[in-house]
């Protein structure tokens, strides 16, 4: 089955504490990005990877880091997660840019920062 | 940069009501998609306009892309409650690597 999938799904944590949240698609796309949702916000892009060792920030980078070592995987870390952190966040996968960029996203993982 | 302004935030309507949600850019788009996130779920893909002026149709969904393709709208005749959730447009940005997302529209429909 195509997916994206992400783990954990849910955690609690505390200031300063680094973490890692792990995001991987079977579907063989290039295109990976990292999404926040915040109430009132909607969702707003961290960082997005258009291949393997290509990153690049979106509009919401501060305080996080991400890698794209293999195709398949791109986890979002957190190096000193602070309160303002709390949120939901969502992983997702495309084919490509342009024309054919339907996104498939993963479930999320809600992140609570105290 | 670029902003994607969506409307209305929230919208009740009474079952069998139609429903339309607004979606404008400050600058040209080469594409909108539209998604819709079920309360507790993800964002799920439904279309994506390519032409300036398109129309497209799902069942009771009409999808419309502007002429000057800077506004997109999304429009659901006669709402179910299976339509409750948000809707959110999308556009690609920062020379069409990076993708915008509106605000989305929550839609409520009352039984």
């Known amino acids: 089955e195509a997916q994206v999938t992400q783990n954990p799904r849910y955690l609690i944590t505390v200031t300063g504490k680094k973490l890692t949240v792990t995001c991987s698609q079977n579907?063989?796309?290039?295109?990976m990005s990292w999404y926040r949702q915040d109430p009132g916000l909607g969702l707003r892009q961290i960082y997005y990877?258009?291949?393997?060792?290509?990153?690049d920030k979106g509009d919401v980078p501060e305080g996080y880091k991400v890698s794209r070592k293999e195709k398949r995987n791109f986890p979002l870390i957190l190096e000193s997660p602070s309160p303002n952190q709390t949120s939901l966040y969502f992983c997702?996968?495309?084919?490509?840019?342009?024309?054919?960029?339907?996104?498939?996203f993963g479930p999320g993982t809600r992140l609570t920062v105290l | 940069g670029q902003q994607v302004m969506q409307i209305p935030q929230y919208q009740h309507v009474q079952e069998g009501e139609d429903f339309t949600t607004y979606c404008n850019s400050s600058?040209?788009?080469?594409?909108i998609q539209w998604y819709k996130q079920r309360p507790g779920g993800h964002p799920v893909f439904l279309i994506q306009?390519?032409?300036?002026?398109e129309v497209k149709k799902q069942k009771r969904l009409t999808f419309q892309f502007g002429e000057a393709k800077k506004n997109s709208s999304l429009h659901i005749t006669a709402t179910q409650t299976t339509d409750v959730g948000t809707y959110f447009c999308?556009?690609?940005?920062?020379?069409?690597?990076?993708?915008?997302f509106g605000i989305g529209t929550k839609l409520q429909v009352i039984p």
């Open positions: 997702a996968s495309s084919y490509s840019v342009g024309r054919y960029n339907e996104q498939f």
């Open positions: 579907m063989n796309h290039e295109y």
């Open positions: 990877s258009m291949n393997v060792e290509v990153t």
């Open positions: 600058t040209t788009l080469s594409n």
């Open positions: 306009l390519v032409k300036s002026g």
């Open positions: 999308a556009g690609p940005s920062g020379g069409y690597q990076k993708v915008t």
